[in-house]
């Protein structure tokens, strides 16, 4: 039988054509489950009062003997907002603008007032909180709150949304502090009121959110609450292009009122979110929890009620927290889609509120820049011994540096600042000052490393008169280093000297969010206008790359790479420069194998910087390019004046010789010998 191939190859185009069209439509247009919404590709938000005018409740009814929350009356959607984003004169009115959602009583955003997104932007508010999404693609908000579940009871009550009403609205003409309320109500099957559940919002001018949320008994009877699930800070964006630092911190106090910092990053929520947990110290209570990125945080200080009895936590899921704190039993921590660190609180309680009784729990929320001014400033009373100043700790290197070397780099920068008006200008300027008084030992080490130089033919002789014997050399060689008054170690005291002042260097920079948007050059120029970030001298995403670009091994050493940065560059020239004419370059007795392996480490040690530097801030670099570019022409001149000083003392020895011959006369020429004949 033939076989048409044309027709058989056709038709088998058409099938696949038919089934991959199968395979999209039903991909995209599935279904979506009853009471549940297909979730946005994109970051998720809710549509405006304009968009959906009437929201219908869900109706439920009601089986005898069962409890139901209380359905509000259909109402359109409305945003409150707590302070705002306007100037005062040259201050700032209100520290954040926060916005309420009021079909779910939380917090939707939170915008800073003075901080900008990007450093192009012409108008300030930093989106430090956020709406995001859970895996079943609802929204979810800051401070919302879940389902609550009552011991000895079935039902489970959802009060994320849809249950709520506005109950207040009003602002002291004293304090300048508004209010805003919401309430939801538990009834019975008569529609008899059984629990009335108020979340209270109160913001003044600082940066301290005071939320409370109270629970009133309305039935006759005794209440107990098993479980309420309370969602902490939300939609924290990433800050630092080389590494993701965002992270889950908690703070304890053990017995001697000791300060302990527990703390999982983002990446280990990635990798092992299961392993991934906090756990708190023997005997600690609970200080403060929040979420942090590189220069902001949101924490959360539940405030202690005296009154009740207090309770110990238990192992959850991905996070826990053994807390001592009231109705405190588990906080876990969630990754919804677009990897945004949530923190989700179950409150419990081991006790019942009383019938025609309520209990109350208040929160203090800061919402701000990690700014260790900001926490001791006297005028933020209610940050003072909160040890704020703990969320630094999150911070890179941080813990490998001095506290008080950083605080006075920070001091001398800042001073400096206020003075030129430029942190570029005061990064250079510093750099002077650190040569400047490290000039006297730059200077030894140089007359150091140029006697070692000279050394070269002294130490030879010395090896080929006591060849074989090590400890013989060694002591001829240290011998000739003590006569001349030179020692190796010179050589290396001033880079010694200056590492911690690096280390202090790149933590005050890369954590002081003071830097951030500060820059040698305006903003309009597109490079060195942010000092706390990479140069940026050419985008990728000018030639249309989006994301960056991976490099599997050096990603792990300098992060992804989404542009060309000018300034490691120059960093790696320089240190080339400095290698190869240092005099250690000419080292006295170097053997062919010690000379190659200078000549490997010239090249070698500038790739390794380039490979370290090459995303870290252009504050730091900026320091470390004029440091070792500053640090040539010092040497240069220090050179210079030693081969002068050297020849002055050269020319005065040969005078000195030549007056001693002049005084004794001139030389008597020997008589020659008589002619022999022969």
Known sequence: MDIDFKRLLTAMALCLLIMYGWMYF???????????????????????????????????????????????PSQQQKEYILGGLEKQGDKYEYKARITIDSASAAVSQVLLSEHKLKVTDKKTGYPLLEPTQDDQGRVRHSLMLGHLKFTGRAETFDLSDNCWKPQQDSTDPLTGIRSVGFTAMIEDHENNPIMEITKTYRYGDNYVLDFSLDLANKSPQPLQIESLELLGPMGLIREDPRSDTRAFMAAYFDSQGKVNIEREYMSAVETKPREAMLKKPFGASLQWFAVTNKFFAAAVHPIKNNDLQEIEGKIFDTYEIESELPAFDKIESKLPPKQNLAVQTILAMDKPIDAQSNITFDFEVYLGAIDREIFDDPQNANLNNLHYEKLMSNQSCAW??????????????????????????????????????????????????????????????????????????????????KEQGATPIMGCLPMMLQMPIWIALYTAVNTNVALRHQGLLPAAWHWLNDLSAPDRLIPFSWFGVAEPVQIPLLSSLMGNFDAINLLPLLVCIAMFLQTKFSPQAKMAGASPQAAQQQKMMMYMMPAMMLVFFYNMSSGFNLYIMASTFAGLIEQRFIRKHLKKEDEKATVGTTTATAKISSRMGPKKKKPKPPIKYT
């Not at 009062?49 to 109706?59: C, F, I, S």
């Not at 002077?432 to 030992?441: A, E, G």
């Not at 007359?447 to 074989?468: A, F, N, R, T």
């Open 26 to 72: 039903t991909g995209k247009f599935k279904p979506v489950p009853p009471g549940q919404t297909t979730p946005s590709a994109t970051t998720p938000t809710r549509p405006s009062a304009d968009t959906e005018p009437d929201r219908q409740p869900t109706v439920t009814v009601p089986t005898p003997g069962q409890w139901q929350l209380q359905q509000p």
């Open 400 to 481: 490998c540096a001095f506290d008080w070397l950083t605080f006075l780099v920070l001091k001398l920068m800042k001073g400096t600042y206020m003075t030129v008006g430029n942190y570029g200008v005061a990064v250079i300027i510093l750099v002077l000052l650190v040569r400047l008084v490290l000039h006297p030992i730059t200077k030894k080490s140089q007359v150091s490393m140029m006697k070692m130089s000279k050394m070269g033919p002294k130490i030879e002789e010395i090896k080929k008169k006591y060849v074989g014997n090590k400890e013989e050399i060694q002591k001829q060689t240290m011998a000739i280093y």
